[in-house]
């Protein structure tokens, strides 16, 4: 995917070629764990991109060794106050709702980890192409926490509600190829670039303008459940927040060690 022209901010990376956007996510040295800096800044670019008539078609991926950790636990310890949490919740909720109803068609590279919070960023994504070395997680029980980020919304929608619950209470690191036998991603690569350029051949080649035509009607239908959704995963998790289960996992999670939990 050679880029004809290029545009760098701190935290993401755009590129352009023809019809197609590239959106890559650059902490690389904290595996591209999202802060509010860089929710802000990808949120920023999708809107761009949504007004953008030449575009059509949009990639997301991670630089580095990964595509993303999930959400920074250390700017997560800063949160002290409710109006900072619901900050950060709201601009996750936007983001979460602008990638879903992008009036473009996006597809997902998934390389290294894809955990937590990156991972419902993801599955907000039309298409999931995941390299099979890949870590696929929904681990927030891990911290005593729920999914936010539309997690619920999304992994209901591909996965049904019963198989939902139990790849959150288990919060299991999958392989690729066990995401995908799960229907939670499409399809895996070994390699992930060549993979990434056929899909996108594919639709270079379709009537991409009925394809989105199709994804908006879906969208609108679909956007009052992940509202609420989301509303409800906001105040949910500012709940768990104040559990000493969390408290628990954050100091296991500090410390290297298995957390002890006591369901409260």
Not at 32 to 58: R, S
Not at 106 to 123: N, Q
Not at 181 to 191: F, G, P, Q, S, V
Request: with cysteine.
């Amino acid at each position: 995917m050679e880029a004809d022209t290029v545009s760098k901010q701190e935290l993401v990376t755009v590129s352009y070629s023809g019809r197609l956007a590239v959106i890559e996510l650059n902490r690389p040295d904290s595996l591209n764990a999202l802060n509010l800096d860089l929710l802000k800044e990808l949120l920023a670019c999708l809107k761009d991109i949504t007004v953008d008539e030449k575009v059509d078609m949009v990639v997301l991926k991670g630089s580095g060794r990964g595509f993303c950790s999930g959400g920074d636990i250390k700017a997560m310890l800063e949160l002290t106050g409710e109006e900072d949490f619901f900050a950060m919740m709201e601009c996750i909720s936007e983001l979460a709702v602008t990638l879903y109803c992008i009036p473009k068609l996006t597809l997902c590279a998934i390389h290294g980890a894809a955990a937590g919070l990156g991972l419902s960023i993801a599955l907000a994504c039309d298409y999931i192409i995941a390299d099979t070395n890949s870590k696929i997680a929904m681990n927030f029980i891990g911290i005593g926490l729920i999914p936010d980020g539309g997690g619920h919304f999304f992994l209901e929608r591909r996965i049904g509600e019963v198989h939902a619950k139990e790849l959150i209470w288990e919060g299991r690191v999958l392989t690729a190829d066990e995401a995908a036998a799960k229907r939670l991603i499409h399809e895996t690569a070994e390699n992930l670039e060549e993979a990434v350029d056929r899909k996108i051949g594919e639709w270079r080649q379709k009537p991409t303008a009925a394809m989105i035509k199709t994804k908006k009607i879906l969208a609108e239908n679909n956007r009052p459940y992940l509202l609420k959704m989301l509303e409800l995963e906001k105040y949910g998790q500012l709940k768990m927040r104040r559990t000493k289960d969390h408290q628990e996992g954050i100091e296991a999670f500090i410390q290297k060690r298995k957390p002890v939990f006591i369901g409260r």
